[in-house]
């Protein structure tokens, strides 16, 4: 199992992204800005823990995180980041 805290994620996460050059900066920033309205919620997460101003991320491994830039790429390939976005879960 992997554990980083919010900013150790946010940077995996963004370098993983540059990795494709279908995901533009611009779309870097949407997907954070709809990520950090779903920490701010608090919904809940079993990926997520909550220690007051704290958010630590967990995950089974990096696998994990490679899907969730996949899913992201596949809906912007598919010109599908409206239905993405509109019932997101992390």
């Known amino acids: 199992m992997l554990k980083m805290n919010l900013i150790e994620f946010r940077d995996?996460?963004?370098?993983?992204?540059?990795?494709?050059?279908e995901i533009t900066e611009a779309l870097i920033?949407?997907?954070?800005?709809?990520?950090?309205?779903?920490?701010e919620?608090?919904?809940?997460?079993?990926?997520?823990?909550y220690k007051?101003?704290?958010?630590?991320v967990t995950l089974k491994d990096e696998t994990d995180l490679f899907m969730m830039v996949d899913r992201?790429?596949?809906?912007?390939v598919n010109e599908?980041?409206?239905n993405y976005f509109?019932?997101?879960?992390?």
């Open 52 to 56: 007051g101003s704290n958010v630590d």
């Open 86 to 90: 509109t019932d997101w879960t992390f």
């Open 72 to 76: 992201y790429l596949a809906a912007i």
């Open 41 to 49: 919620a608090k919904r809940p997460s079993s990926q997520l823990i």
């Open 29 to 39: 920033e949407k997907w954070f800005e709809n990520f950090d309205a779903f920490i």
């Open 12 to 21: 995996e996460i963004k370098t993983e992204m540059l990795g494709y050059e």
């Open 80 to 82: 599908d980041l409206e």
